[in-house]
Nanobody
Framework: QVQVVESGGGLVQPGGSLKLSCSAS????????MHWYRQAPGKQREWIAL???????NYADSVKGRFTIAGDNATKTMSLQMNSLKPEDTAVYSC???????????WGQGTQVTVSS
């Protein structure tokens, strides 16, 4: 079993910054990928970034240049540094961890990010 926990959400003004963290623990063996998703009220869940256990990253166009994902393979943690935040970034941000060994993915409970003046 794998447990995934996010932290770091909150209220921030437009143009501000916020850093989210995700920690995975449990039976994590071999290669894996960690994703950040978000879901705004009334909208579908949106993928925004990923980091492979190799360190390779990728971003959705909507956040490219503003958000930076980083990971620590030894501790199975990752962060999402969010800069130049906009009201449309308001959403519940969730961490997803997928193990290549089993094909199973695990979700955290999500953390609320609100961008408002």
């Amino acid at each position: 079993q794998v447990q995934v926990v996010e932290s770091g959400g909150g209220l921030v003004q437009p143009g501000g910054s916020l850093k989210l963290s995700c920690s995975a623990s449990g039976n994590i063996f071999g290669n894996y990928v960690m994703h950040w998703y978000r879901q705004a009220p009334g909208k579908q869940r949106e993928w925004i970034a990923l980091i492979l256990s190799s360190g390779i990253t990728n971003y959705a166009d909507s956040v490219k240049g503003r958000f930076t994902i980083a990971g620590d393979n030894a501790t199975k943690t990752m962060s999402l540094q969010m800069n130049s935040l906009k009201p449309e970034d308001t959403a519940v941000y969730s961490c997803n961890v997928k193990l290549y060994s089993t094909g199973i993915d695990y979700w955290g409970q999500g953390t609320q990010v609100t961008v408002s003046s």
